[in-house]
C-alpha cells in the first residue's frame, strides 16, 4: 500500500482564520465578529481573505453593505463550529489532567499487593485528589511488564526478590522490603526468629509462583539442601490451606499474610530473607501528573 508520508493532502487551516469564520456565521458580520473575539475589523478581515487564499474557495459575499457567507462558507463554518469545539473539550481534558481534577490511572498490581496496598492508596488519593480514579488490572510482573511496554498500563505494582533483573526499559523504584516467613500447620514447630531453613530439608514443600519458587530453591540452596516440591499454586489462599492440611511447608510473603492468613497456620521470619514491592512505569521520565500521584500513593500506601 502507497504511504501518505511528505504528501500534501489539502490546504492547512489555521485555527485563528477558522474562529473568525465561524465567528461571522454566529454573529452575522465582521463588527460583531470582531467585538465577539476582542479584535480589530481589519484583522478579522485579514483573516477572513488569507482564509479564502488558503483554501482557495469563495467563503463570504458583499451583500449591500454587509456579508454574508456562500455555501461553501457556511459549510466551514460548520465544521469549524465542531473542530473547535473539539478543541476546547481537548484543552479542557488536559487541563484537569494535568491539575489533577479528574483522570483515570490503570494500574496492574500482583494480587496481595491489590489487596493491602492499593487499597490504602485509593484512600490517600480520595484525599489528595478526589478527581482521580483508578482502573485496577491484577497481574504478576512479567505479565505487569507486558502490559506496561503494550500501553495496556500507566503504572504497575510489583515484586522482585534479589538478582532478579529488571524487564527491559521498565523504571521501577522500591517502596517495601516485604520479609518473607516460614509458615507450618498449627502445631508445627518452627524454630527461633533466627534460625535458617535446615531442620525442615527432610519436609515436604509447597510452593507459589515461578518467581517465589525460584527464590525458595535459593534459599534452601543456601541452607544446603534442595526441597521436596510436594505442590504449587500461584494462589496464596490455596497454598496455606495446603501447608494447613499438614501436606508441608512453605514461605511466603509478608503482604500475602497480610491480605489473607489462615486460621490453622503459624509463621516466623526467614533471616535475612524479603522481597522489593515497587512502583514500575515504562519509558523515560517525567510521568504524566495523574500517574505520578498514584505513584507517590502507593509510596506513602508501603510506608
Avoid at 60 to 86: H, M
Avoid at 88 to 115: C, I, N, W, Y
Avoid at 204 to 218: I, K, Q
Wanted: charged share 20%.
Amino acid at each position: 500500500m502507497p504511504s501518505n508520508f511528505g504528501r500534501t493532502l489539502g490546504p492547512v487551516i489555521d485555527l485563528r482564520r477558522l474562529e473568525a469564520l465561524v465567528a461571522v456565521h454566529r454573529t452575522g458580520g465582521v463588527s460583531a465578529a470582531a467585538e465577539t473575539l476582542h479584535y480589530g475589523q481589519p484583522t478579522i478581515s485579514h483573516h477572513l481573505r488569507r482564509l479564502e487564499a488558503e483554501t482557495g474557495s469563495v467563503l463570504l459575499q458583499r451583500v449591500g453593505r454587509g456579508i454574508r457567507l456562500t455555501p461553501d462558507g457556511v459549510r466551514l463554518a460548520q465544521r469549524g463550529e465542531e473542530i473547535l469545539g473539539l478543541l476546547a473539550r481537548a484543552e479542557a481534558e488536559l487541563s484537569a489532567a494535568t491539575s489533577l481534577q479528574a483522570g483515570t490511572v490503570r494500574v496492574a498490581a500482583f494480587p496481595s499487593g491489590a489487596a493491602t496496598l492499593v487499597p490504602a492508596a485509593v484512600t490517600l488519593l480520595a484525599e489528595r485528589h478526589p478527581g482521580l480514579s483508578l482502573d485496577l488490572i491484577e497481574a504478576e510482573p512479567p505479565e505487569a511488564a507486558d502490559l506496561l511496554r503494550a500501553g495496556g498500563a500507566d503504572l504497575a505494582l510489583t515484586f522482585a526478590y534479589p538478582d532478579q533483573p529488571e524487564a527491559g526499559a521498565i523504571t521501577s523504584t522500591t517502596v517495601l522490603e516485604d520479609p518473607l516467613y516460614l509458615v507450618g500447620a498449627a502445631g508445627t514447630d518452627l524454630g527461633g526468629p533466627d534460625e535458617g531453613l535446615a531442620r525442615f530439608a527432610d519436609t515436604r514443600w509447597v510452593t507459589g509462583c515461578e518467581r517465589c519458587r525460584r527464590e525458595l530453591l535459593a534459599l534452601c540452596e543456601s541452607a544446603g539442601f534442595a526441597p521436596r516440591i510436594a505442590f504449587a499454586s500461584d494462589d496464596y489462599v490455596a497454598v496455606q490451606s495446603l501447608v494447613a492440611t499438614g501436606l508441608g511447608v512453605t514461605v511466603l510473603p509478608g503482604l500475602a499474610l497480610r491480605a489473607h492468613q489462615h486460621p490453622e497456620v503459624v509463621r516466623r521470619p526467614v533471616p535475612g530473607a524479603a522481597r522489593r514491592v515497587q512502583v514500575s512505569t515504562y519509558g523515560a521520565a517525567p510521568a504524566p501528573a495523574a500517574v505520578t500521584a498514584v505513584a507517590l500513593a502507593l509510596q506513602d500506601a508501603a510506608r
